[in-house]
């Protein structure tokens, strides 16, 4: 059997850690596997983050962003403290699903939160999303599309449209989450 895992010499512990993500940007799989060989190289994708990346001196607390692999599965956990390059990171492999998971669970929290139309329609701020997520969601970093395709797979939702920065989305007669209630 063989495992990839980056091994510590003398670890002081086995705890990951806790980090806030301020930012998720996808990259293409060979910007992706370019920072995988060479971390220290400077990415633009970092750079337009690297003030929100960083350990507040007041509170401790820790901000990252993750690079995700736009073919793949796998990213990379990136703590710059300032810089545009991954000054501290981690290899997350497979993390993908989780961020597109907290993207679906934010997006319907979302949609709950909101009121319906006569046309049985709401509009959404796409602002709602980085305030549940912590995180922003544009076409810019790629994960708009992710949006889309969770609104795609909701039953309860009938079609979806932009109005400047809203999502409408047209919901079914009676949701399935309004029956719950």
């Known amino acids: 059997m063989i495992v990839n895992i980056s091994m510590e010499y003398k670890p002081?512990?086995?705890?990951?850690?806790?980090?806030?993500?301020?930012?998720?940007?996808?990259?293409?799989?060979?910007?992706?596997?370019?920072?995988?060989?060479?971390?220290?190289?400077?990415?633009?994708?970092?750079?337009?983050?690297?003030?929100?990346?960083?350990v507040d001196p007041d509170t401790g607390e820790a901000y990252a962003m993750i690079l995700l692999d736009q073919d793949g599965e796998d990213g990379i956990v990136v703590q710059s403290s300032g810089y545009p390059y991954c000054r501290y990171g981690a290899y997350a492999p497979e993390i993908r699903p989780s961020v597109e998971q907290n993207i679906r669970i934010a997006l319907e929290r979302c949609i709950e939160s909101l009121n319906m139309d006569k046309e049985n329609a709401i509009r959404m701020p796409i602002i709602s999303l980085k305030e549940k997520l912590g995180f922003p969601v544009s076409w810019e970093n790629g994960l708009m599309q992710t949006v889309l395709d969770?609104?795609?797979?909701?039953?309860?939702?009938?079609?979806?449209?932009?109005?400047?920065?809203?999502?409408k989305i047209t919901l079914t007669a009676v949701p399935d989450f309004l029956l719950q209630l």
């Open 12 to 54: 002081t512990k086995f705890q990951p850690d806790p980090f806030t993500i301020v930012a998720v940007e996808m990259v293409p799989h060979d910007v992706f596997r370019r920072v995988m060989a060479a971390p220290l190289t400077d990415l633009e994708q970092i750079e337009i983050h690297k003030n929100e990346l960083g």
């Open 150 to 167: 969770a609104l795609d797979a909701n039953s309860d939702v009938e079609g979806y449209s932009f109005e400047a920065d809203k999502i």
